[in-house]
């Protein structure tokens, strides 16, 4: 069964301050490596999918990575409006379904 | 295209009732995805339909739960007897066969057991 872990849990930033989020997956065949942001009572807004070791992605103050273990979201100078959850999923060569982490909760002071 | 829309939004039900839930995909997109999302936890697959055909269904979805497809549009999902422990998000998500499985997803409809 696909596992993702995500962390930390929460990341509280300053307004400017960059950091990385960590997803740590195992999946059978990896088919791609999904990036959503969810701000709250909302449904997850697609961000990046990552499809083999090495591949980069950027947009605006995101970039995405990824290995063969895990992936990184990197924040660079973060404004409050970036305050969201970041939620990782995976998806196997074998299936149509996405397995998603339990997502890290950003929260960027001004 | 105005995405996935889910209704409705938010359903208050007594232990014991039966509630649905419809979902509209976007109309080009042959495969639909029900999740389903508590406080602090990320989606949890629950089953899809590729077009009209339930392929797969999740060992959370209990005998109470059922989804249906007519026709490839519009899916319901239906819970009989409801219990507190289905208080939950419930999330449609919709996708074009291809070879990025790129779920868009719906703003979800939340249902609180009392």
């Known amino acids: 069964e696909d596992q993702v872990t995500q962390s930390p849990e929460a990341l509280r930033l300053q307004e400017g301050e960059s950091s990385s989020l960590n997803c740590s997956y195992t999946?059978?065949?990896?088919?791609?490596l999904f990036w959503y942001r969810q701000d709250p009572g909302k449904g997850p807004e697609f961000l990046f999918t990552?499809?083999?070791a090495g591949e980069e992605k950027e947009k605006e103050r995101l970039k995405a990575t990824l290995t063969k273990k895990e992936s990184f979201l990197h924040i660079t100078a973060p404004k409050p409006e970036d305050s969201a959850t970041y939620l990782c999923?995976?998806?196997?060569?074998?299936?149509?379904?996405?397995?998603f982490g339990a997502g890290t909760t950003v929260t960027v002071r001004a | 295209d105005t995405g996935v829309s889910q209704d409705p939004r938010h359903k208050i039900t007594k232990r014991g009732q039966n509630v649905t839930f419809r979902c509209d995909p976007i109309?080009?997109?042959?495969?639909l995805y029900w999740y389903r999302q508590t406080l602090g936890q990320g989606p949890e697959f629950l089953t899809y339909?590729?077009?009209?055909?339930?392929?797969?269904k999740s060992r959370l979805l209990s005998d109470r739960f059922s989804a249906e497809r007519p026709k490839g549009s519009f899916s319901t999902l239906e819970i009989q007897r409801t219990e507190q422990g289905d208080s939950a998000m419930y999330l449609c998500?919709?996708?074009?066969?291809?070879?990025?499985?790129?779920?868009?997803f719906g703003a979800g409809s939340r249902l609180t057991v009392l």
């Open positions: 990552l499809y083999s």
């Open positions: 339909f590729q077009n009209e055909a339930q392929l797969e």
């Open positions: 998500a919709s996708s074009f066969v291809s070879g990025a499985n790129v779920l868009t």
């Open positions: 999923a995976v998806q196997g060569s074998n299936d149509y379904k996405l397995s």
């Open positions: 999946v059978s065949g990896l088919r791609g």
């Open positions: 109309s080009e997109h042959n495969r």
